[in-house]
């Protein structure tokens, strides 16, 4: 069907896992996998984490194909097809044994959930392999040109999926990764809406549209919204229960400063956000309530450069954010219970940082190669590769695992 064969996408989802790395040995060398009826070819791991590889169906138990080698464990994915249904058999090279099978009914190539399906394939095997869950079956919302779109994580499958023919800004993800929220421009009033992904329903979020909102963020079990609204005075942030549809909340009295950009903390109990109260914008956090309310992340007054763009990490140990240095913006991450930040990236601009459900790899904006284009960074060993390779995307969301595959109809 032209699409990416099953082997391909889990050999590629593997190795931006970043737990992989390819080595490819010299021809000629063959590995007996004990109980194995099929051959496999290698692809990959990264340093510290362990080996695999996948291949193809082929008779026999002794498999001539390039070897490889680990620091830690080392692995074999046979992925083979058995009528209607997609056999995968991870290998413990070293027990010679089989570590796990896996048996999945993948829908066909030409189906919209064919590739949402085989990325779940290869977390199950990351999963089976080193016990970690994996982020290929995830997606990263976008916006260009007024439009928000997803796109898969390893780069493919771009879709449209905002359904307006107005401005659309600020996507942010549900936490259940059926829904996102969104700010539309609407006669120079910001409307926020909530929008299925798999039929593009959408409605509008009760008590908006009278002011500018815009900036929305879901708590963590769904059931408030958390925003910036902008009016004469200056811009603060409120909650409102989306669940009742009710109970609007203000959260922050700027009086003539800005309070904006609201990231919930994975327990639900803080909001860290961007302030203008110490003259230029800085990341502070408060309690859910409104209360409490401190900086976050420590700068040094006429020194630093603006901060912006803040977003709590799944696993609660960081706060990733942009920063100005020396005129151009860079990713930052907050440490948040030291309380120390550090500079991730140099080269060229760099911003909007987005986490992925892992905790260690982060989308960003980047004009690195020239233009302004998404990136990926990995933070344990550095690894940068672009996602889309198209000029022009802004403010990128990362979903969490799916679970099931949303499609969406705009």
């Known amino acids: 069907m032209g699409l990416d064969s099953v082997r391909a996408i889990v050999a590629r989802d593997l190795d931006y896992s970043d737990r992989f790395e390819v080595i490819t040995l010299p021809g000629g060398d063959s590995i007996r996998l004990a109980g194995a009826p099929t051959s496999t070819r290698?692809?990959?791991?990264?340093?510290?984490?362990?080996?695999?590889?996948?291949?193809?169906?082929?008779?026999?138990?002794?498999?001539?194909?390039?070897?490889?080698?680990?620091?830690?464990?080392d692995f074999a994915l046979d992925i083979t097809a058995a009528g209607d249904t997609t056999v995968a058999t991870l290998h413990d090279i070293a027990a010679a044994g089989i570590r796990r099978t896996v048996r999945a009914r993948l829908p066909r190539p030409s189906e919209p959930d064919f590739r949402m399906a085989v990325h779940r394939l290869a977390d199950q095997a990351l999963q089976a392999a080193l016990g970690t869950p994996g982020i290929a079956a995830t997606r990263v919302l976008f916006v260009r040109e007024g439009k928000v779109y997803q796109i898969d994580e390893d780069g493919a499958d771009q879709k449209l999926v905002s359904s307006t023919d107005r401005q659309a800004m600020s996507p942010a993800w549900g936490a259940d990764g059926r829904h996102f929220a969104y700010m539309e421009f609407q006669a120079g009033k910001g409307w926020l809406y909530l929008q299925e992904m798999a039929?593009?329903?959408?409605?509008?979020?009760?008590?908006?549209?009278?002011?500018?909102?815009?900036?929305?963020?879901?708590?963590?079990?769904?059931?408030?919204?958390?925003?910036s609204r902008a009016i004469e005075e200056g811009t603060d942030l409120y909650t409102i229960n989306i669940k009742n549809n009710c109970c609007l909340r203000r959260l922050t009295v700027g009086r003539f400063s800005d309070n904006l950009s609201p990231t919930f903390s994975p327990d639900g109990q803080r909001i860290a956000f961007v302030s203008?109260?110490?003259?230029?914008?800085?990341?502070?956090?408060?309690?859910?309530?409104?209360?409490d309310q401190q900086l976050f992340a420590p700068f040094d007054y006429g020194v630093t450069g603006s901060s912006n763009a803040p977003e709590w990490s799944p696993d609660g140990q960081s706060v990733a954010f942009h920063r100005d240095v020396a005129g151009?913006?860079?990713?930052?991450?907050?440490?948040?219970?030291?309380?120390?930040?550090?500079?991730?990236?140099?080269?060229?601009?760099?911003?909007?940082?987005?986490?992925a459900p892992d905790?260690?790899?982060?989308?960003?904006?980047?004009?690195?190669?020239?233009?302004r284009q998404l990136w990926i960074i990995?933070?344990?060993?550095?690894?940068?590769?672009?996602?889309?390779?198209?000029?022009?995307?802004?403010?990128?969301?990362?979903?969490?695992?799916?679970?099931?595959?949303?499609?969406?109809?705009?």
């Open 328 to 355: 151009t913006l860079q990713v930052f991450v907050l440490d948040v219970r030291t309380r120390t930040v550090r500079q991730l990236t140099s080269v060229g601009r760099n911003e909007d940082p987005t986490w």
């Open 276 to 291: 203008t109260r110490p003259g230029l914008p800085q990341i502070y956090v408060l309690a859910a309530d409104g209360t």
């Open 199 to 227: 039929t593009g329903k959408r409605i509008p979020v009760s008590t908006t549209g009278s002011a500018l909102d815009f900036t929305p963020a879901f708590s963590p079990d769904g059931q408030t919204l958390a925003f």
């Open 378 to 410: 990995d933070l344990d060993t550095g690894r940068i590769r672009p996602l889309l390779q198209q000029s022009g995307a802004r403010l990128p969301s990362w979903s969490p695992r799916l679970s099931e595959a949303p499609s969406s109809t705009p």
């Open 42 to 73: 290698a692809t990959g791991r990264r340093p510290g984490s362990g080996t695999a590889a996948t291949g193809g169906a082929q008779s026999g138990s002794t498999l001539n194909y390039p070897l490889y080698q680990a620091l830690g464990a």
């Open 359 to 371: 905790s260690r790899h982060l989308a960003f904006v980047s004009d690195r190669s020239g233009y």
